[in-house]
């Protein structure tokens, strides 16, 4: 239903979902076949979402190709490389089901590779004990975006894509809707909805190098937040050891793990194999977050390249084996920096790669402690701890998309529609409007700042002093934001998005440094180097709010693992 | 600083009476795409500048534009490419105009809503079984990442008003009629409420291609030759029969 006002659209729906990634599209797909209107609203168009971008594949313990796998040791594998910080419960939801979950996608029309036997082909990743990742060539996302993307087509789902969601809508307690720009037109839409599920994806754009795409302004994180929504584990932040550096345009591009698989060697500026330094057994092929932080600690020590990276270099394999073995990478670097991989050596550094946080959830239904909003994706927290393993995002997304679906579904059949206050509505086009037609401070400029500040004071090897000039850029910046403005009007404006992101990015990034701070200690992602080891008394979460005076922080205890479960996992060594 | 210049082509239809190509200048970079000089120009000299991009990375399919009148993904295409150092960058024309660079392409869901989803054979055994030699067909058309630079290319679909789906959805089509446990056969439905018949195998979509998918030979070929082989009865038409090795290859 739709209604026009000389201001704004209106429109009602059961459910409402933010984000059209994996775990949007999954959310809309499960809470539409459990009897729900759904309207799904996305800031890129359909089927364009961060998710696309995904490689690797997706972990499940279907054990096709190593039968000893089990739910039990992809949950063991997902407890301990989350450091115990996750919530068990997750991790458990996550391995029983993530087989299903492929397995449904296969239904849906995804192909997969295979083994010799015709089932679904599995490889292996780092930090899983068994060959675990289901996978469609390197392009596992692509093929997950574009399966649920026909499925919601042929659904009575409705979408408005390339639509910008500035607030959520409040009665009282409750989240009633949502309001935003339709940006190619400009106009101005209220949703009111009996349920709100937030599948934003992360923040790792508030880096100045990410691997991840331009939607990811942890936008979700925002909104929630200022709808009083809990967040949980900020703090932890994942590096993947090795981007792009140059050219300019791709800094940051992930460089696939399998280089180093296939005998690829790290090498600084003087030519020195420091990985020798730092892990002379496992060398290369140690875990992600030692690389990242050795790639990093060369490069601050000086030794880096003109680009500023390190070298990785796979050209002893000869050109036949590498265009074989890894021919995306060869086509990415020749397409983008013209750099031959078989001739010439790779220039990489650490790119910020995913946030573990997010908004904290229920396991079961993905609800927030906010009435009627929900969260799944790589927005929500809890499942992955202070690490997450690679391939257990994308079964994040369709598991607890799923779930979040339905859970927002059976909640919308005891509730009616909420009422949505008239005055806020005026109050946001006001805001909204405030910001185009007139000079200001450039957006863009802000964000550079911003994105320049946290690379350089908030990296993969944190301390205090580095932390706290962060905090004051941070609060700098969110004066001088208030005076961001850009000409034009509201269609298709860019810039505009760019200003109204912005109170989002400094959110996400204010709580990453104020957790920061407050962990000292060195868990997972997050290394402290005045705090090297790992301290027992903070085996517990950071639970982030708004208060009345601004951001507040909250050490809670991690759920209690029943002994069944606690029986699966290694004892947490100190 | 050495520099490019970049014209760039800038309209409003709903505020403005004509398009019109203005220039800049952006300093250059070594290894500098053309999104990259348009990305400089929005956040340096005109934030106003409407342009659609997402991965940087070739992985998504927005940033798709005219260069130099070839159609082209702007974060693929390096700007040392163009030896008279010479950059025009125009929207692409087969889709209405929004702003500048951004058109509406969102007819495209409109039509692949119509193309019959994929649909299982009934009784399949589970989990499926299914050889690694049987999905590469498939496999190839599923690269597509949607940037729908064949549907500009296609002069059946700028020039005419056929009701040609286009290149584009003919590889969806045939993706799904490629599947080895797929049901249907969807030749028909492409010749006959798709227009495919109006294509004349002019390849010029598969040069334009950024996946490199072999979209006439592979996709739309195919699609025609069973339309034509297959009878004249609804059902022949759309539940394929199921003799060995399937009818569709
Ligand atoms: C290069 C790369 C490779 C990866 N490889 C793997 C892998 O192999 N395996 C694995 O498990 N994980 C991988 N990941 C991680 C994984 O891809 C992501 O974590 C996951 O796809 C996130 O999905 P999502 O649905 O939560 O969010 P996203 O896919 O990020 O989608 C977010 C959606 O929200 C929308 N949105 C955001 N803000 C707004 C707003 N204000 N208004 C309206 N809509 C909004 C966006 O438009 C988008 O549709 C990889 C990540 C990267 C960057
Ligand atoms: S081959 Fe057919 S679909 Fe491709 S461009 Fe030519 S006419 Fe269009
Ligand atoms: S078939 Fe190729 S050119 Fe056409 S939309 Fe797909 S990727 Fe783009
Ligand atoms: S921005 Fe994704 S293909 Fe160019």
């Not at chain 1, 795409?213 to 909104?223: H, I, K, M, Q």
Request: charged residues 30%; glycine residues 8%.
């Amino acid at each position: 239903m739709s209604v026009m006002s000389s201001q704004y659209i209106k429109h009602e729906t059961d459910v409402l979902i933010i984000g059209a990634g994996g775990a949007g599209m999954r959310a809309a797909i499960a809470a539409f076949d459990s009897g729900s209107s759904v309207t799904v609203l996305s800031k890129s168009l359909l089927g364009k979402a961060h998710t696309v971008m995904a490689e690797g594949g997706i972990a499940a313990a279907l054990a096709n190709v190593d039968p000893k796998d089990s739910w039990e040791v992809h949950f063991a594998d997902t407890m301990e490389e989350g450091v115990y910080i996750s919530n068990f419960r997750m991790a458990e939801i996550l391995s029983k089901e993530a087989p299903e979950r492929v397995r449904e996608l296969e239904e849906y029309g995804a192909l997969f590779d295979r083994t010799p036997e015709g089932t679904i082909m599995q490889r292996a990743f780092g930090a899983h004990t068994y060959r675990r990742l289901c996978h469609v060539g390197d392009r596992t996302g692509l093929e997950i975006i574009r399966t649920l993307e026909d499925q919601i087509l042929h659904r009575d789902i409705k979408f408005f894509d390339e639509f910008y969601v500035t607030k959520l809508l409040k009665d009282g307690e409750r989240v009633v809707g949502a309001i935003g720009i339709k940006l190619n037109t400009g106009d101005i839409h209220v949703f009111s909805s009996k349920a709100v599920i937030v599948s934003t994806g992360g923040c790792g754009r508030i880096y100045k190098v990410t691997s991840n795409s331009w939607e990811s302004t942890g936008d979700g994180l925002g909104l929630a937040f200022e709808a009083g929504a809990e967040l949980m584990d900020m703090e932890m932040i994942q590096f993947h050891p090795t981007g792009m550096v140059f050219p300019p345009g791709v800094k940051g591009l992930l460089v696939t793990e399998g280089v180093r698989g296939e005998g690829g060697i790290l090498l600084n500026a003087q030519g020195e194999r420091y990985m020798a330094r730092y892990s002379p057994k496992k060398m290369e092929l140690d875990a992600r977050d030692i690389v990242a932080r050795a790639n990093y600690a060369e490069i601050m020590a000086g030794r880096g390249t003109a680009h500023g990276g390190v070298y990785l270099d796979i050209t002893h394999r000869g050109a036949d084996f590498i265009k074989r073995k890894l021919p995306s990478m060869y086509k990415q670097y020749m397409d983008f920096a013209g750099v031959d991989i078989t001739k010439e050596k790779m220039e990489v550094a650490p790119t910020v790669h995913y946030q573990m946080g997010g908004i904290r959830v229920d396991p079961e239904s993905t609800a927030t402690n906010i009435p009627g909003l929900f969260a799944s994706g790589e927005v929500a927290s809890g499942l992955h701890g202070a690490n997450r393993l690679g391939g257990n995002s994308l079964a994040d997304i369709l598991v607890f998309g799923k779930r979040s679906g339905e859970g927002a579904s059976s909640y919308s059949k005891k509730i009616s529609q909420g009422k949505i206050d008239d005055a806020a509505i005026s109050a946001e086009i006001e805001r909204v409007n405030s910001l185009v037609g007139r000079d200001g401070l450039n957006p863009y400029d802000l964000a550079s700042r911003l994105e320049e500040n946290m690379s350089e004071n908030v990296g993969i090897i944190r301390n205090e002093e580095n932390l706290r000039k962060a905090l004051e850029t941070i609060q700098e910046l969110k004066d001088l934001s208030k005076k961001a403005a850009v000409h034009g009007g509201l269609k298709y404006n860019k810039g505009l998005l760019q200003v109204l992101e912005l109170p989002s990015m400094l959110t996400a990034a204010e709580a990453i440094v104020r957790g920061a701070i407050e962990r000292k200690e060195s868990r997972g992602a997050h290394a402290r180097s005045d705090y090297p080891k790992k301290d027992p008394a903070m085996r517990k979460n950071i639970i982030y709010t708004k208060g009345e005076r601004g951001m507040r922080l909250e050490w809670r205890e991690v759920p209690k693992i029943p002994d069944n479960l606690r029986k699966l996992i290694r004892e947490e060594e100190y | 600083m050495e520099s490019i210049k970049v014209s760039v082509y800038r309209y409003d239809p709903s505020s403005e009476k004509e398009g019109r190509f203005v220039d800049y200048e952006v300093p250059k970079e070594e290894g500098m795409v053309v999104l990259d000089a348009m990305k400089y120009i929005e956040r340096h000299i005109d934030p106003s500048l409407s342009l659609r991009w997402n991965c940087m990375a070739g992985k998504c399919g927005s940033c798709s534009a005219e260069i130099n009148h070839r159609p082209s993904l702007m974060c693929k295409t390096r700007v040392d490419s163009f030896k008279d150092g010479k950059i025009k960058v125009s929207p692409i024309a087969a889709y209405p105009l929004i702003k500048d660079l951004v058109t509406d392409v969102s007819q495209n869901w409109d039509l692949l809503k119509k193309i019959p989803k994929f649909t299982p054979r009934e009784g399949l055994e589970k989990p499926w079984k299914i050889s690694q030699v049987d999905i590469e067909r498939s496999k190839e058309f599923k690269k597509c990442i949607e940037c729908f630079l064949c549907q500009d290319v296609c002069h059946v679909i700028r020039e005419h008003n056929s009701g040609y789906f286009g290149p584009r959805h003919v590889v969806k089509a045939a993706s799904l009629d490629m599947h080895p446990l797929d049901a249907l056969d969807r030749s028909e439905f492409m010749n006959k409420d798709a227009g495919l018949g109006y294509c004349n195998i002019t390849k010029c979509c598969t040069e334009v291609c950024p996946e490199e998918i072999h979209i006439t030979d592979n996709a739309i070929i195919p699609e025609k030759e069973r339309a034509v082989n297959a009878e004249y009865d609804p059902i022949a038409i759309f539940v394929r029969s199921r003799r060995k090795g399937g009818g569709k290859r």
